[in-house]
């Protein structure tokens, strides 16, 4: 079986790549952002990446048996069988001749994350695992908890948009002055106010915000949704950080409140973790600030920490 898996069509304005999976062994990875040298690739399609994994596999397009893509049509009100044509005439227009009636699996979002994230375990290990996938949103959740019995993932629990963890950390980025993109900047920012200058009671408030409605329904992640749950959680952290953006340490004041509370958040629930091997994917994971903690508290207790170096929607 010849899987191509795609990223960068519906509902992927950014990280657009491609993977070749040969009788489940991943043969190629690569990101759009690699080809083209513009980071992140925005708004751009993976064609250069879908050409250069079948290049690296020595695999014919016409062979492909199925196309995956992370991301499911109807979830968002829209149909898989015109996405699925898109991306197919896509890549036959650049070249790329993948046979016409080459079936399209859409997979939901946090559940491709999670896959992600188990590509990097052995599978006699996987039944072991607990997974946690944090983001901004997918089709409507910003994440979930699952775990793997054979070939399946089981979902245990599910977060809603509104309680999400990545978009609390964009709306810091913005705040701290940085742009779309750049929560990374916002961490190392973090480490310039010492953890123990910080109000405990604020970033205690901001965490529960995060948990307080993850047991929520589940509503579609429309852009007014995430606008306006960008828009509350600026309003959140400026209330716990307080006014203190017009300097470069009140910038950092920012930045450490909402690092401590993702961080807290984070330790909260893969405390609730009972396995031996607790596999973490999203955009969230690409926080290593967060990710050493935790891998050195879980190391402690005897157990590990699997992070995939893909864990954006790269991967």
Same mark, same amino acid.
């Given at each position: ?33 690699? %080809? ?16 250069? @994994? %079948? ?10 048996? @199925? ?40 997979? &939901? ?20 695992? &607990? ?30 948009? &509104? ?134 508290? %879980? ?17």
């Amino acid at each position: 079986m010849i899987v191509l898996g795609l990223n960068g069509y519906l509902n992927a304005d950014h990280d657009a790549s491609a993977a070749l999976v040969v009788d489940g062994v991943v043969e190629a990875v690569v990101e759009e952002e690699r %080809l083209i040298r513009r980071k992140r690739a925005p708004g751009m399609h993976p064609v250069n990446a879908a050409a250069e @994994v %079948l290049s690296v596999g020595s695999v014919k397009a016409e062979d492909v048996d @199925v196309i995956a893509y992370p991301w499911r049509p109807d979830l968002l009100g829209e149909s898989a069988d015109q996405e699925r044509n898109r991306i197919i005439q896509d890549l036959r227009d650049s070249g790329i001749e993948v046979n016409p009636e080459v079936p399209v699996e859409f997979i &939901q979002h946090h559940e491709s994350h999670a896959w992600s994230g188990l590509a990097f375990v052995a599978p006699e290990r996987r039944k072991e695992c &607990q997974i946690l996938v944090l983001d901004g949103s997918g089709e409507d959740s910003s994440g979930a908890v699952f775990r793997c019995e054979g070939m399946h993932l089981v979902t245990d629990s599910i977060f809603s948009v &509104q309680s999400s963890a990545g978009a609390m950390y964009e709306a810091a980025t913005e705040l701290a002055g940085f742009g779309w993109g750049e929560e990374g900047k916002l961490m190392g920012l973090s480490s310039y106010v010492e953890r123990g200058t910080l109000p405990c009671s604020e970033v205690e408030r901001l965490k529960r915000c995060i948990a307080q409605e993850e047991a929520g329904q589940r509503s579609a992640a429309t852009d007014k949704l995430y606008a306006d749950s960008l828009a509350r959680w600026s309003q959140l952290v400026t209330a716990a950080a307080g006014p203190r953006r017009a300097t470069f340490i009140g910038r950092a004041f920012v930045a450490a409140v909402a690092q401590a509370a993702l961080e807290e958040r984070i330790a909260e629930l893969v405390g609730a973790f009972r396995s031996r091997t607790v596999v973490f994917a999203g955009g969230t994971a690409l926080n290593c600030a967060s990710n050493g903690k935790l891998a050195v508290t %879980l190391q402690r207790q005897g157990r590990e920490l699997v992070v995939p170096p893909c864990a954006n929607d790269s991967g």
